[in-house]
T-cell receptor, first 113, second 116 residues
Framework: DAKTTQPPSMDCAEGRAANLPCNHSTISGNEYVYWYRQIHSQGPQYIIHGLKNNETNEMASLIITEDRKSSTLILPHATLRDTAVYYCIVRVGGGNAGNMLTFGGGTRLMVKP | GAVVSQHPSWVICKSGTSVKIECRSLDFQATTMFWYRQFPKQSLMLMATSNEGSKATYEQGVEKDKFLINHASLTLSTLTVTSAHPEDSSFYIC????????????FGPGTRLTVL
């Protein structure tokens, strides 16, 4: 699986958009970009994933650059409950349930009042 | 949908005893379940991949005789830490992928094991 690079920490003001970047310059054509987050002492929570098109769901938006070498997770209106470690993971998709996830260090997002 | 539960949520045991942790997919069938552990201030590390009805595949450095994994049904996988020692104290987390669906993994809430 391609390695990802994320800033170790970021701050965001409550109510503002949080933009979390991720570099994955060695991503392969069949690798998807997944985002998870982990609130302290809980299991990771799936947020969103995409291949090459931008994606949006009720939690966030995922913007993938045209060359797919980087992406940005956008939380449109951050709340204090969004304080967590956010993990960007790239891995082969295609419906194979056995494809594992490799977690890096993630970005520790602190949402401040 | 896609809810995964773990039991117990925390456990304290004496050194040398065995501890069983259950992972259940509550509203879907999971062909594959994964077990991770996480030490304080570190990221999740995959321990093993478990497929229903077959033997688990362990990651390098994980002792299969110490961490027994059973995936007897499409909704239940168990991890047994045998002869636990203080260095096994960690946060154990399972995840599951839906059978026949996308390969998105859904995680349980984790089990905190403390070995005295």
């Amino acid at each position: 699986d391609a390695k990802t690079t994320q800033p170790p920490s970021m701050d965001c003001a409550e109510g503002r958009a949080a933009n979390l970047p991720c570099n994955h310059s060695t991503i392969s054509g069949n690798e998807y970009v997944y985002w998870y987050r982990q609130i302290h002492s809980q299991g990771p929570q799936y947020i969103i994933h995409g291949l090459k098109n931008n994606e949006t769901n009720e939690m966030a938006s995922l913007i993938i650059t045209e060359d797919r070498k980087s992406s940005t997770l956008i939380l449109p209106h951050a709340t204090l409950r969004d304080t967590a470690v956010y993990y960007c993971i790239v891995r082969v998709g295609g419906g194979n349930a056995g494809n594992m996830l490799t977690f890096g260090g993630g970005t520790r997002l602190m949402v401040k009042p | 949908g896609a809810v995964v539960s773990q039991h117990p949520s925390w456990v304290i045991c004496k050194s040398g005893t065995s501890v069983k942790i259950e992972c259940r997919s509550l509203d879907f069938q999971a062909t594959t379940m994964f077990w991770y552990r996480q030490f304080p201030k570190q990221s999740l590390m995959l321990m093993a991949t478990s497929n229903e009805g077959s033997k688990a595949t362990y990651e390098q450095g994980v002792e299969k005789d110490k961490f027994l994994i059973n995936h007897a049904s499409l909704t239940l996988s168990t991890l047994t830490v045998t002869s636990a020692h203080p260095e096994d104290s960690s946060f154990y987390i399972c995840s599951a992928s839906k059978a026949g669906g996308t390969d998105t993994q859904y995680f349980g809430p984790g089990t905190r094991l403390t070995v005295l």
